[in-house]
């Protein structure tokens, strides 16, 4: 009885293991398909068309999908074809995919790294088939910078910072101490390190405003609310919120209201991102204000590609285009926001 | 004299002796550092202050940790409460965005009953792989905990689903006669767990399971259905944690409602003094244990500790727990001030035949 029980464990085993297996594969098969969008029967540049080959990490969140969706419009919208692969979060189908491009020789090469290290033998080997890569979103941290052109992505100290600068002209009539409590993002990644420093740096040039309490809130909204609800009552009197992002600003606005409080009028909430939720509740009047995280960098990336496949010289940094919201930007904005 | 100090080994000898000094403490630390933390006001017609967050944002993981401890009990473990509380959450606020009226009442009860109904289906799952093929359980769970918050960022298509629901969110921020309604909740499924399996032969069933499957099932029990039933009962508790986390931000977020609840639920149950190799629970220890884990979260943020050294805090904190619960390590610290307090101790008996 018990020996069956085993052998059929074992067999139970295997048989998962081989289904597995077979999925994994399958999903391989599907996801090397570089096709994509426009005719995958031209082998780049063929017909005159600039041909750019583009790996994104994956879908991992609504920022993602829009920053897929934002690339795929802009490509067809100049009349480039589109080569897109999707990673889905490992470097060795990113790798793959880089291999194919070079292959296929297309003209330029873009993609958002999965991770920062591991890149400098493909790079080279695009780079000894001539074939110019821009980096989008995320960095690599390779010695050699001649492998790349340029880097195309947003600039997290200049968010912190202008969502500190606003603030700073906000509370200028202010006489007496301004307290403000600050929601970091994950302890150590660099949204939330860069976006305390650049916030940090504006408000010094105002002695009156002073961060009292500062936290992680996990970039998420139940932990924005949770450490909010102990600054309120660690607390009395705190005059400004500045949350890394619109989740925990979401989460940390609940808090506000059951201790009795209106946000966007006791309590100035200043966030960054802009997604569609940290929008709607700009335009309500909950929040303030908010420094744009965007994730449409498309046209710009296709600007840069026509620049460098014609061989024009282009910055090695590409700030992706910003902008800040007010709750009446923010009431104009609303009805296009595309994520 | 004798009796007294009988009494006094009696009451420190208790299992939930230290893990309550060590609550104690924090409390008294957290009083020191800002005396109004103790302070509990009535704001709204409802209890209001740092205490009852605490107990409020405990409800979860109290549930979360009942089902482990029976769980654990038998002898197995349940990596995948975490992500079936994303998957029933998920569902549930999916279910309710979809509505046209999402503050009907017949809305979020539907709502929850799918979330619940998928939630038994997984648990069902969980314990056919462990109870049923004779998978070894913290294998047969790991598949659906990763494979489970794959599910729930499919539910919600990668984004976060918002709602805005008064009745749902009763199950997260409501109140019931000024207490918040997550507790309430709670500990009503604490009583109904600990009627049944402590008034009932239930318990003895489930921990006799836990000490030897096989001689129980020779003795007439039926293990396999008992391992499978208590897989159930975790997903079942899992679901309504899933509820409450949820509910207390009106949103569901496949990526974190419920991220690590497993790992704290299972400190929570060995804190409690439940042993990891089964054959015994203490429902009450696992109640300690959770108000111990969400007090010591809260302490971070109310004596607002540096981000960077806040795990360390937790980490240290809970090492002196499970230390000092530990009897030969109570054994040992006592015996070096050379006054045993009962000299029959099988446990410093052993320990003398060591050389030092």
């Known amino acids: 009885m018990a020996k069956t029980g085993i052998t059929l464990t074992r067999r139970g085993l295997g048989a998962m293991l081989a289904v597995g297996l077979l999925a994994g594969g399958l999903a391989g098969c599907g996801n090397s398909d570089t096709g994509g969008d426009g005719d995958s029967g031209s082998s780049g540049g063929g017909n005159g068309k600039l041909v750019i080959g583009f790996s994104q990490v994956g879908a991992e969140s609504g920022w993602r999908t829009a920053n897929t969706n934002s690339i795929k419009e802009s490509a067809a919208e100049a009349g480039y074809e589109l080569k897109f692969d999707d990673a889905q979060g490992k470097q060795e189908n990113q790798i793959k995919a880089i291999r ?5 020789k297309v003209d330029v090469i873009a993609f958002s790294p999965v991770v920062e290290s591991g890149w400098d033998t493909v790079l080279k080997e695009a780079k000894d088939a001539k074939i110019p890569v821009i980096l989008t979103d995320r960095a690599v941290d390779s010695a050699d910078k001649s492998l790349y052109k340029t880097f195309i992505g947003s ?31 994950t302890t150590g990644s660099a949204p939330a390190n860069d976006r305390k420093k650049g916030f940090a740096e504006a408000i010094a040039a105002n002695p009156n405003l002073k961060v009292v309490a500062s936290q992680s809130g996990d970039f998420t909204r139940a932990g924005g609310k949770q450490v909010m609800e102990q600054f309120l009552k660690a607390n009395p009197k705190i005059d400004v919120l500045f949350a890394h992002n619109d989740d925990m600003g979401l989460g940390a606005l609940e808090a506000i209201t059951a201790a009795g409080k209106t946000p966007g009028k006791d309590i100035t909430i200043i966030t960054i991102d802009a997604v ?13 204000f908010i420094a744009e995280c965007s994730p449409l960098l498309g046209p710009q990336l296709m600007d840069l590609a026509k620049k460098v496949k014609a061989g024009e010289e282009v910055p090695a940094r590409v700030e992706t285009e910003e902008t800040t919201f007010t709750q009446e930007q923010a009431k104009a904005a609303l009805p296009n926001r595309k994520y | 004299m004798s009796t007294v100090r009988a009494r006094a080994a009696g009451v420190t000898g208790h299992r939930l002796f230290w893990p309550l000094v060590v609550l104690v403490l924090l409390l008294m630390a957290n009083a020191i550092y800002r005396p109004s933390f103790l302070s509990v006001e009535l704001k709204n017609g409802h209890l209001y202050g740092s205490l009852i967050d605490i107990v409020r944002l405990s409800a979860p993981l109290i549930l979360v940790a009942l089902g482990m401890s029976l769980v654990i009990a038998t002898g197995g473990i349940d990596l ?18 979809e509505q046209p009226d999402q503050n009907s009442l017949g809305v979020v009860l539907t709502a929850v009953a799918l979330g619940f109904g998928v939630a038994l289906l997984l648990g069902a799952w969980n314990g056919i792989l462990v109870a049923g093929i004779g998978i070894q359980p913290i294998i047969a769970t790991l598949i659906l905990m990763v494979a489970g918050r794959g ?18 969110k009763v199950i997260g921020v409501g109140h019931l006669l000024t207490l918040p309604f997550a507790i309430v909740i709670a500990l009503a499924v604490t009583v109904l767990v600990a009627v049944l399996t402590r008034r009932t032969a239930l318990g003895m069933i489930i921990e006799s399971v836990g000490g030897n499957a096989e001689a129980s099932r020779l003795a007439g029990i039926r293990s396999r259905r008992i391992t499978f039933l208590v897989y159930v009962v975790s997903a079942a508790c899992a679901a309504i944690a899933g509820f409450m986390m949820t509910a207390n931000v009106s949103s569901a977020d496949g990526n974190a409602v419920g991220l690590w609840v497993e790992l704290d639920a299972i400190l929570a149950v060995v804190i409690g003094g439940t042993a990891l190799a089964g054959g015994r629970f203490y429902l009450g220890g696992t109640v300690v244990g959770a108000l111990l884990i969400q007090t010591l979260t809260t302490s971070v943020y109310a004596m607002n500790i540096d981000p960077q050294t806040s795990l360390l805090f937790k980490a ?20 070096r001030r050379s006054v ?12 003398e035949q060591v050389p030092a």
């Open chain 1, 100 to 104: 194919n491009f070079i292959q296929q």
């Open chain 1, 155 to 185: 600039d997290f100290v200049k968010e912190g910072r202008l969502a500190g600068e606003w603030l700073v002209k906000e509370k200028s009539a202010a006489t007496g101490p301004v307290n403000i409590v600050e929601l970091q993002g």
């Open chain 1, 276 to 288: 569609k939720d940290g929008m709607q509740a700009l335009a309500d009047g909950k929040f303030n």
């Open chain 2, 80 to 97: 995948s409460v975490g992500a079936v509380a994303a998957v029933a959450g998920a569902v549930a606020c999916l279910y309710i965005s």
């Open chain 2, 151 to 168: 599910l729930a960022q499919l539910i919600a298509e990668g984004q976060i689903i918002t709602i805005n629901s008064g009745p749902y």
């Open chain 2, 316 to 335: 240290v904190v809970v090492i002196v727990v499970c230390l000092i619960q530990a009897p030969a390590f109570r054994a040992r610290f006592r015996r």
């Open chain 2, 340 to 351: 045993p307090v009962t000299p029959v101790e099988p446990v410093g008996t052993e320990k």
